[in-house]
Nanobody, 119 residues
Framework: VQLQASGGGLVQAGGSLRLSCAAS??????YAWFRRPPGKEREFLAA????????LYSDPVKGRFTISRDTTRNAAHLQMNSLQSEDTAVYYC???????????????WGQGTLVTVSS
């Protein structure tokens, strides 16, 4: 079982990026995105239920980020708009059995992809 995160990079403030998380080996009931800003703790961003597409967002990204799943490719995506310097972080995808805002609910993690927002 492997999760492969991709799509990070350097973007100017106000710009957009789309992160992808491709799962191999099995399908999970939920996928989520977390991030770890420099010098800070890892924080929950968004989660999506595989079966019904239900979503959960943290307040800092609600309205700017959109999580979705691609059932044909066993992947989850995070569309990030209106990026600001405080969005600079390593972004991690995770997979588990339920959508939840806490990392301990996810048993599988991708390797992380760096997003840098320049002001």
């Amino acid at each position: 079982v492997q999760l492969q995160a991709s799509g990070g990079g350097l973007v100017q403030a106000g710009g957009s990026l789309r992160l992808s998380c491709a799962a191999s080996g099995r399908t999970f009931s939920s996928y989520a995105w977390f991030r770890r800003p420099p010098g800070k703790e890892r924080e929950f961003l968004a989660a999506v239920g595989w079966n019904d597409g239900s979503t959960l967002y943290s307040d800092p990204v609600k309205g700017r980020f959109t999580i979705s799943r691609d059932t044909t490719r066993n992947a989850a995506h995070l569309q990030m708009n209106s990026l600001q310097s405080e969005d600079t972080a390593v972004y991690y995808c995770a997979a588990g059995s339920t959508i939840a805002p806490r990392s301990e609910w996810y048993g599988y993690w991708g390797q992380g992809t760096l997003v840098t927002v320049s002001s």
